[in-house]
Structures are given as structure tokens and as C-alpha cells.
């Protein structure tokens, strides 16, 4: 991806084109889960936190497991969840992996 080269303008700019795909929805969950963390990722790295939390609620519907576990999620959405209103889901995922009360 993108992101992980340090391009996150060209990371967001291909994510959507990739989640159209049909073979995008072949992908094992987990694939699916951990690669929309990357691009929430690159979304936070561009300053986009609707965008962020869009790809890490997605994440969240398609393998919850990905991101209530994976450390990096926990740091996304530790990062995400602060923004003034709390984007819509975030603060529920927030208190999920246990970052609030």
C-alpha cells in the first residue's frame, strides 16, 4: 500500500477505487479489516479524521477482532477519537478496546 511507502495522498486517493473491486470482497476479512486500518492510517496522517474514522468503523463491521485487538487500531483510534465532536462510531470503538469510560 501506498501508506506504508509514506504516500498517504496517493493511499486515500487509491483506497477507493480498491474497495470497488469485486476482488476486494474475496478477500479474507481479516485482510480486509487490517488493510482498512491502513488507510484510516493514511487518512489520519493527512489530517482527514472523517475519513479515519469512515475506514476504521468500516474495519470494525467487516473484523472486529482486527481492530479491537491490533495495537496499531488502538493507536488510530486513540488519535481519531479525540476530534470535537468524536466522529460518529469512534467513541463507541473508543470505549470498546477500553480508551474511555
Given at each position: ?28 476479512v481479516?485482510y480486509?479489516g487490517a ?6 492510517r493514511?487518512?489520519?496522517s493527512?489530517g482527514d479524521l472523517?475519513?479515519a ?5 468500516d ?8 481492530v ?15 476530534g ?14 477500553g480508551?474511555?469510560?
Open positions: 500500500m501506498a501508506a506504508q511507502r509514506g504516500d498517504a495522498t496517493e493511499a486515500v486517493q487509491r483506497h477507493a477505487a480498491v474497495i470497488r473491486r469485486k476482488v476486494w470482497w474475496r478477500l479474507p481479516e480486509r488493510y482498512l486500518i491502513d488507510a484510516a493514511a487518512y489520519l493527512l472523517r475519513g474514522a469512515r475506514a476504521l468503523v474495519a470494525d463491521s467487516i473484523a472486529p477482532a482486527e479491537r485487538c491490533r495495537p496499531v487500531a488502538r493507536t488510530v483510534i486513540a488519535e481519531v477519537a479525540p470535537h465532536p468524536a466522529p460518529a462510531g469512534v467513541a463507541r470503538l473508543a470505549t470498546l478496546v480508551l474511555t469510560r
